[in-house]
């Protein structure tokens, strides 16, 4: 069993930053993707970024240019750099650890952008 726990987020205020990060129980090097969802009050979890055993990375699109997923090997953590935050970011964040054929999601963590 593969234990994900995010930490980070809280309250920022529009146009601010705020960096998740996502503690993995084993070696994220083995993991085929690493990935952060978040999910709005009332909408479906949405697909924000990842990034590949390879160092790929991927992003949604209403993100690009603003977040920034990166990963310390040595640490097995992802982070979640989130800059030029919209009102539309509040949602809970989840990390996931994505293998072969399993899905380990942390609990999520809350981010609410507010002035």
């Known amino acids: 069993q593969v234990q994900v726990v995010e930490s980070g987020g809280g309250l920022v205020e529009p146009g601010g930053s705020v960096r998740l990060s996502c503690t993995v129980s084993k070696s994220i090097s083995s993991i085929y993707q690493m990935s952060w969802f978040r999910q709005a009050p009332g909408l479906e979890r949405e697909l924000v970024a990842a990034?590949?055993?390879?160092?790929?990375?991927h992003y949604a699109g209403s993100v690009e240019g603003r977040f920034t997923i990166s990963r310390d090997i040595t640490k097995n953590t992802v982070a979640l750099q989130m800059n030029s935050v919209a009102p539309d970011g509040t949602a809970v964040y989840y990390c996931?650890?994505?293998?072969?054929?399993?899905?380990?999601w942390g609990k999520g963590i809350q981010v609410t952008v507010s002035s």
């Open positions: 990034i590949f055993r390879g160092g790929t990375t």
């Open positions: 996931k650890a994505h293998e072969v054929d399993l899905d380990y």
